[in-house]
């Protein structure tokens, strides 16, 4: 478990980590716990330390019931919740998520599994959770990035925003390039990425896919669109303004890769949740219940 009491007076965080069967919930839950120090070391045999360790799971071969367990990032507190993707078992999940304060929606890049993915997605736009997709086994995705975000975009009704692209080295992905940012990242396996220039070749599909998240992102921002038909380059603090903002309000659906086997994309998605993921207080407001500890109380029972 992770260490007692935050050390900046910000409130703990509950995160679920839901999506199709056999997507890698699971093992991106036991990674983050090791990343963060909650569980062995990171590289070790970490698999169903704490996620499916019963003997039933054992015996499925899959979550059957719902995994529950604390880290610290950089001070701040997070409970995960890895819920079953089975449709056997999904009752406790859904259950669960009504008070959780954001959700990562962990799937493939696997048109097989579309419609898992959209019931999912359904679910969670419903009962407005914001969430964010991670798309995990990201070198099976091959060099098609367009193509699959057109495909997963007809499961979301909200946009699904690119947050970054791959960086591709003998057909497999060797790190990204964070359009926000526009920082590359070069992948070091359980560990933390290590900064690189952005690769000539990619410089220009940067340069796209940097501007069509802006436009995703200007839907829902006057100041920004007029920026954009002006051709003033927003701050950088705007942007992250705006896909904090947005993200909160389930207007925009933010997408992240990585491997959870490798522990590849575990640090961005960790700064993603500690800056972006709401606080107890604007999940309280949400369900329309008078008080932070209101919400709390039905985590607890």
Not at 11 to 34: N, Q, V, W, Y
Not at 61 to 66: D, P
Not at 159 to 165: A, M, N, S, T
Not at 184 to 192: I, L, T
């Amino acid at each position: 478990m992770g260490k007692n009491g935050n050390t900046n007076g910000r409130s703990p965080r509950c995160i679920a980590l839901i999506g199709p069967h056999a997507s890698g919930k699971t093992t991106l839950f036991e990674a983050l716990l090791a990343r963060t120090g909650a569980t062995g070391h990171e590289g070790s045999d970490i698999r169903k330390t704490i996620g499916d360790h019963s003997a039933e799971a054992q015996a499925h071969g899959m979550s059957v019931e719902l995994n529950m367990a604390s880290m610290e990032y950089l001070g701040d507190n997070f409970t995960l919740l890895d819920c079953p993707g089975s449709v056997e078992f999904q009752y406790d999940g859904m259950a669960a998520l009504a008070a959780c304060d954001a959700a990562v929606v962990v799937c493939e890049a696997d048109d097989k599994k579309l419609y898992a993915l959209q019931m999912v997605l359904k679910s969670l736009e419903a009962t407005g959770i914001p969430h964010l997709l991670f798309i995990n086994k990201i070198d099976k995705v091959g060099h098609g990035l367009t193509e699959v975000l057109k495909m997963m975009q007809t499961a979301s009704r909200v946009p699904l925003v690119l947050r970054q692209i791959p960086i591709w080295e003998n057909s497999a992905v060797s790190g990204f390039v964070d359009l926000a940012l526009e920082r590359a990242y070069v992948y070091r396996e359980h560990a933390h990425s290590e900064v690189i220039e952005i690769p000539s070749d990619l410089a220009k599909f940067e340069e796209e896919q940097r501007f069509t998240m802006l436009e995703k992102l200007a839907d829902y921002d006057d100041e920004l669109m007029e920026q954009l038909l002006s051709d003033v380059m927003p701050s950088r603090n705007k942007i992250f303004d705006d896909l904090i903002v947005e993200f909160k309000r389930g207007q925009i659906c933010p997408i992240f890769f990585g491997s959870a086997e490798h522990g590849n994309g575990l640090h961005r998605l960790l700064k993603a949740l500690r800056h972006e993921a709401p606080f107890v207080q604007e999940t309280a407001k949400r369900l329309g219940l008078g008080s932070a500890k209101s919400a709390a109380y039905i985590m607890k029972t």
